[in-house]
């Protein structure tokens, strides 16, 4: 296979994948949340005996520390999911937490959720986070974005939306899947567009590259980290998980795309072990009014 870069899509153009994506959810998130429980994204193990909840909570926390959440910010979570980290955010900081997700599924299970838990310091909505319509400038002390910027067409957009609706001095997490080079070539490039297609992942930049774009829509980088060893276990759990569900169980949770999930899994679990993907995590400053 010929050459392919990491920093530009391998897929469809944005409105279909777009499209794509919410349906993957609406059809796969109640299959996924059996699988990995209430909070869908990877776990932060530094001792390597922590349940799979112990290492999300703690990856989560070790998230809010970097960029100093203090209690009542207003926060923006970007590809809020079936609610976990809005939800945790919500809980432990009361904060305001406003959720956004291209699902109506997710949106509906999460308000379920807040509803539940009495939160009414949480909301959650369908709203495209590469154009963020319904929000003013200047609006968020954080935006948070937990493993979704994988998924987003346009990540510069996405970029520059995050640095419009938050307020001078305010901070954005960005944790996100990256690739290990700039571009392959050969088998290489052929794993690549295949791990791409089958997660619905319009591409993956490198962790520097993020960081260009960061720094030239005028962020302030404080961290860029490769948290790849404390996270890459998550998918050694996940895959266990999922041979203890049955071929029929999860057609039945999700249909076709339930029994594509072990197929994706082993495909992350050996990009992790090869190096091909890393995890990155970004705490970066929109620059204050004063410069202060």
């Known amino acids: 296979m010929e050459k392919i870069r990491t920093d530009s899509p391998v897929g469809p153009d944005r409105s279909k994948i777009t499209h794509d994506i919410a349906n993957f959810w609406d059809k796969t ?22 349940t ?28 809020s999911g079936m609610g976990g980290s809005s939800l945790y955010l919500a809980k432990k900081y009361s904060a305001n937490v406003t959720g956004i997700t291209l699902s109506p ?3 509906d299970i999460a308000s379920r959720a807040a509803r539940e838990e009495q939160l009414p310091n949480v909301i959650f909505k369908v709203e495209d986070a590469l154009s963020m319509e319904s929000f003013s400038d200047n609006t968020f002390d954080v935006v948070w974005s937990l493993e979704s910027c994988e998924q987003f ?20 997490m960005l944790a996100t899947w990256c690739s290990g080079a700039e571009e392959y070539d050969g088998a290489q490039a052929k794993k690549y567009v295949q791990l791409c297609l089958s997660l619905q992942l319009p591409y993956m930049p490198t962790i520097n590259r993020y ?36 071929l029929i169980k999860l057609f039945t949770m999700s249909g076709l795309r339930g029994l594509h999930f072990r ?30």
């Open 153 to 172: 067409y346009d990540k510069e957009l996405f970029i520059r939306q995050a640095f419009r609706v938050l307020k001078p001095g305010g901070s954005l």
């Open 29 to 50: 998130s109640l299959a996924v949340r059996a699988i990995w429980g209430p909070h869908i994204h990877h776990g932060y193990f530094k001792t390597g005996h922590e």
């Open 211 to 246: 960081k260009k774009l960061l720094q030239q829509q005028g962020f302030e980088i404080r961290e860029a980290l490769n948290w790849a060893p404390q996270v890459e276990k998550s998918w050694d759990i996940g895959l266990a998980s999922l041979r203890a569900h049955s």
């Open 105 to 107: 599924k997710q949106v």
């Open 263 to 292: 197929k994706q899994a082993r495909l992350m679990q050996e990009g992790f072990a090869q190096r091909r993907i890393e995890y990155g995590v970004f705490s970066a400053r929109k620059p204050s009014i004063n410069g202060m």
């Open 52 to 79: 799979p909840i112990e290492a999300q909570e703690k990856l989560m926390e070790k998230l809010a520390a970097l960029i100093k959440i203090s209690p009542h910010d207003k926060i923006l979570d970007v590809g």
